[in-house]
Structure formats: structure tokens, C-alpha cells
């Protein structure tokens, strides 16, 4: 250990890459975006149809990741991707766009979340101040956040624990799924097509909350320097986790529905319902299991998270202490504690709802970018050395849907569409006012700062290889 280089470690295996991908997808959408789903599609059968066409087209998309991440194997994912397909003002704007709305709104999302499933079974019936549930969740942010800073591999372990809880929550609903339709209760199905919606805009926008329910395959990617042997475990943890999410997923809104039927559109809290139809106990348990779900994802979004500040850093579009990393854990503390602080500030507002809408369109769009760059790197960079080589008609299709769907946010949603864009293009004059060209006043205090946050966090840059 005397001789080791100050770089964040490789201590994320096959098993730990898993529980990742896993975590982040089941942690924000098996238990909350079915009802949405059934709503839009308008019948039983038509909201599994979404399902299943939705994990194959994020299966295409993972695939096209794996050739992004085996090709170009440094952290920061989609920030790394877009920075060598397009160049450095549409990354730095993505980066933009993630540091200010999409990390820190997904964690307050999630750690509120947490804190009502926490809440509610405690005072069920009562009144819960939210200044109450803003506390939990910024208490639960700030110490994933210390935990993510100390030990990055008891952090890897917990997440394994994490991913076995909400597998257990599951196996409950899918298994109390089978016992209902082995008992004959199969009516729900039999006119599962009735009620199907003719709107191509309400299918549209089905198809869009099935692939954000989907999202999170991506953040293996954003901690591939972190992964043993990238080139084989990146694309044999997407080849396991894709495939299971989508048979999870299509079995778990099978027992919803022969359960709840389209009761499902009147719950607010779909697997506590399904648990108190099929045994009333479990209607305790499972919003613990789910609370820990949430948990689970809200760990892997702050690790994988950090790494792309850590990354945006390190390529001079972020102040250059996020580029450091703790001279005994071996973790990017200044990043960690810096999307903290936006995180808690996040929590503030009352309603967070055009927010959200804004990080789904913008975050999709970003993705069909990375989706893309696997085509036109083919053509910038036919040269480049690919471990996996996707076929050409995948992301083909994946970008094609995807651009399509993003269409319908723009008439249904359009005050939404119009600030986000706007907030994207705020970052033009940040870029060439303060990034492309630092002015001098800043250059010569940005030093000065630098080294009192080595002081206080006990940080240095990374050494380089030999």
C-alpha cells in the first residue's frame, strides 16, 4: 500500500457491477410507474405491451453503452462520450444540465421517497409535516454521501445487501402474483385489449415513462475505471442486468394487474395495496422493502454521479478541486460533498414536478446523443479499437424511437421543454465567459482555494500512469 498511486482504486467486480445497474432501475421504477403506464395505454394488455417493447429497446441502448465504454474506457459516462464524438461545448453543456437539474433533483426525489415510506406506516392516518420528511432526506443524503467519501468498497457491499432487499420485494410481488392466477383468478385478462387508448400521443407518452423507468443501465459506464477488467465485465454486467430487468419488470406488472386490475389507477402506493389484497401482514413489510429499494438507488446515483463532476473536473469544465481525490480512501470527496450541497438545496422547493418532466426530456435527449455517437464514431473514428461492436441497426433503431418520442413532451409539456431549454443555453455564456477563457481574477484566486480544500478534506490530484 506505501507504493500505490493516488487513483481511485479498481474494486468493483462482475458482482458489484450487477447490483449497480440494478439498483439505480429497481430503485425508481417497479414500484411507481405501472399506474402511469395503465393510465396512458388505457387497457391491461396494452401497458404489458409497453413493457416488453421498452426493455428490449433499453437492452439495445445498454448494448450500444457497452461498445461507448469498452471503446472509451474512462469514467464519467455520457459527459466522456459526447466529449469525443461532438467536442467540448456539448459535453460541457450536458454537464451543465446534470450538475444543476438531474443529480441533484433525482436525489432529493429519491431521498423524499425514502422518508414517506419511512413516515407513513409509523403515522398511518396522521398528518406529516414536510419539513419533517425534508430532514429525513437530507439526514439520509448526507450520510450516503459520508459513506460514499470513507469507504468505497463497504459501499459496493452495501448496495450487493441493497439489490438482495428489493430482489426479496420482488420475488413477493411476483410470487404473490403467481399464487393469485394459479387460484383462477384470471379475470382481468380476459378482456385485457378493452379500454385501449387510439391517441398516438398518449401511447407516446406510455412508451416514454416505460424507458425512463428503464434509465439507470447507463451508470456502470460513469465508474468503468473503477471496474476490474472493464472490457469484459462492463458488457457480461449489462448482458445479466438488462435481460432480468425486463423479465422482473413484465412479471411484476402481471401480478399488479391480476391483483389490483385497473384498480391499479386509484392507488397511491401500488405494492402496499397489492400487499394488503394478498395477505394484510405483508402490508407492513413492504413499504420497509420498498423504502430500502429507494435507498439502494439513491446510493448508486450519488457514487456514480460523483464521478462525472469528478470527470468534468479533471477536463478543466468543473473548478479543478472536484478532480481530487481523498489521500486514504481513495474517493473524490470535494465532488461527493459539492453535489451534496445542491442536493440538499434541491429539497427546498414545495413542488418539484416541471422539474422532473424537464430532467426526463432532457436527460432522454442526451441519451439519444450518446446513442447516436456509436454511428457517427464509426465514421469520425473508423480506427478506434472496439472490444464489443454492436450491430449498426440497433442504435439505429433506439435513436429513431427515442427522437420520435422526444417530439410529444414539446406539445404536451411545452412551458416545461421551453425552460429547460433555456437553462441548457444559460450555460453558452458560462462557457465562454468562464470556462473556455478563465478570466484572470478568478484564475488567480481559483489556487488559493484549491489548496485550502486539500487542507480541509485531506486531497491531492491523481498521479498519472508511467
Known sequence: MVNEKLRMRKQLGLLEGVALILGIIFGSGVFISPKAVLEMTG???????????????????????????????????????????????PAFLY???????????????????????????????????????????ASIICLF???????????????????????????????GG????????????????TGTTTSISDWS?????????YSGWNYLNFMVEELVDPYVNLSRAIYISLPLVTIVYVMANISYLAVLGRDMLSTEAIAVDFA??????????????????????????????????FAGARNGHLPEILAHINIKCMSPVPSLIFLMLLSLLMLIPENLTSLITYCTVTESFFTTLCCFAVIWLRYKRPNLHRPIKVQLWMPVIFVITTASLLIIPVVSEPIAVISGSLITLLGLPVYYTLVKKTPKRIANLTPKLTRICQLFFLVAAEEEDD
Open 178 to 193: 403467481v399464487v393469485w392466477l394459479a387460484e383462477g383468478n384470471t379475470q382481468n385478462f380476459s378482456h385485457g385489449w
Open 95 to 137: 454537464l451543465w444540465d446534470a450538475i444543476l437539474i438531474f443529480v441533484p433533483t433525482s436525489n432529493a426525489i429519491m431521498a423524499l421517497t425514502f422518508a414517506n415510506n419511512v413516515l407513513q406506516p409509523i403515522f398511518s392516518g396522521c398528518f406529516i409535516n414536510p419539513v419533517c420528511r425534508k430532514l429525513i432526506a
Open 43 to 89: 387497457s391491461i394488455w396494452g401497458s404489458l405491451t409497453v413493457w416488453v417493447a421498452c426493455g428490449v429497446l433499453s437492452t439495445f441502448g445498454a448494448l450500444c453503452y457497452a461498445e461507448l465504454g469498452t471503446a472509451l474506457v474512462q469514467s464519467g459516462g455520457d459527459y466522456h462520450y459526447i466529449t469525443e464524438a461532438y467536442g467540448q461545448l
Open 276 to 309: 394488503s389484497k394478498i395477505a394484510g401482514w405483508l402490508s407492513w413489510i413492504m413499504p420497509t422493502l420498498v423504502a430500502i429499494a429507494t435507498l439502494g438507488g439513491l446510493s448508486v446515483n450519488i457514487m456514480t454521479s460523483s464521478r462525472m463532476c
Open 145 to 175: 454521501t459520508f459513506i460514499n467519501s470513507y469507504d468505497i468498497k463497504f459501499t459496493t457491499r452495501l448496495q450487493n445487501l441493497f439489490t438482495f432487499t428489493m430482489l426479496s420485494a420482488i420475488v413477493m410481488v411476483v410470487g
Open 205 to 213: 407518452i406510455a412508451f416514454f415513462l416505460g424507458i425512463f423507468s
